[in-house]
């Protein structure tokens, strides 16, 4: 049980600090100028964050590594086989949660009621380090019961489940900072993982370029099912994030965000798929 003792303090102490790290970094090299002053995105994407975290933890009464735990004897289990090095499936485990993250990505963007939830990320118009906590409490509560029902099915080592939490938090943060790595080490890093200036195409106002990119953590998934792209058709000042329709409006308030799964669609029911 010590991996579920220390799973919530863990994951919240490793969550504010590469939320720091990554917000010290892009104040010190920022990719983008900000429309909006950065003390009001991180107060409201913040209470954003909180009203998720609270609604998914009164209805869903564990946490992803308790689970595992408890169903770590599960005869149904795919990945607690005695026969199968711990190691092996440790690794197994991190690499199908994320892929599990990878689709559950997808069908926000492919499902169309899914895709007016998740549009509540997508409207932020800038991107910097909280555009990572601007999730809706729906998208939060049915990404979290999936990735439960995956963990039910599959029952891998609870130190994995431990592991595949804190790198998505990590890379979460990491992906959505207003910064870019060094050339040389972007050519390097998003051989396996997603960087800043790969994820950001993912946010580029082109409908397109919105279904590309949908890694969370690692990028080969996108490679492997065709959905990788390593560059935005826009550059420079051309390049612009958001939403088509939300980019005059208050897309900070709360209330915008809380409600905009339920207003009238300004936008397509889905955004449009990638070219043939």
Known sequence: MQWARIEGGAYWICFVAAFLAVAAWESVQPKRALSVPTERRWR????????GALTSALLIRVSPVLLSVMVANSRI????????????????????????????HWSF????????????????????????????????????????????????????VFVAGLLTAILNLLAHANASLPAWAERIVRCAFITPDLHRIHHSLNGREQQRNLGQTFAWWDRFFGTYVPKSSAEGVAFRTGLEGVQDRDSLAIGFMLMEPFTPPEQPAMNPGPPA
């Not at 409201?44 to 009203?51: E, K, P, R, T």
């Not at 549009?119 to 049915?142: G, I, K």
């Open 77 to 104: 289990g795919v990945l607690n086989k005695p026969w199968l090095p711990w190691l092996v499936r440790g690794a197994i485990a991190v690499a199908l949660l994320d892929l599990l993250q990878y689709w559950i």
């Open 44 to 51: 409201n994407h913040g209470v954003m964050l909180v009203i």
């Open 109 to 160: 963007h492919h499902v169309a009621f899914l895709w007016r939830v998740h549009q509540v990320h997508h409207s932020d118009p800038d991107y910097d380090v909280s555009t990572a906590a601007r999730f809706h409490p729906v998208e939060m509560v049915f990404s979290t019961a999936v990735h439960l029902g995956a963990i039910a099915l599959l029952a891998p080592p609870p130190a994995a």
